[in-house]
């Protein structure tokens, strides 16, 4: 069974930090590229922030560059999302995902996890 499972989400005020945590299991995270993507509401869901399985490769959303941090720990089936200096408009359900291929379009994207959400505060 394929399982990617998100923590870390709440509510923080503006200037905050974060960190979203998305364990996978064996299969699905081995040699994949994990994905970290945000739905607000009434809106699509938008990519944030990709990495390569060895790390080499990383993405960042505009809107995010400078303030979120992708990483991972293979050893640990897990891949992080540190987000610093939180915005209200960050707020959203943050969503892991999984694929072999290293992309930033939403669609494609194979394996997801259940969504966290971020709440921030003015």
């Known amino acids: 069974q394929v399982q990617l499972v998100e923590s870390g989400g709440g509510l923080v005020q503006a200037g905050g930090s974060l960190r979203l945590s998305c364990a996978a299991s064996?299969?699905?995270?081995?040699?994949?590229?994990m994905g970290w993507f945000r739905q607000a509401p009434g809106k699509e869901r938008e990519s944030v922030a990709a990495?390569?399985?060895?790390?080499?490769?990383?993405y960042y959303a505009d809107s995010v560059k400078g303030r979120f941090t992708i990483s991972r720990d293979n050893a640990k089936n897990t891949v992080y999302l540190q987000m610093n200096s939180l915005k209200p408009e960050d707020t959203a359900v943050y969503y892991c995902?999984?694929?072999?291929?290293?992309?930033?379009?939403?669609?494609?994207?194979?394996?997801w996890g259940q969504g966290t959400q971020v709440t921030v505060s003015s």
């Open positions: 064996g299969r699905t995270f081995s040699g994949n590229a």
């Open positions: 990495i390569s399985w060895t790390g080499g490769s990383i």
């Open positions: 995902a999984a694929d072999p291929n290293f992309c930033a379009i939403v669609s494609m994207w194979r394996f």
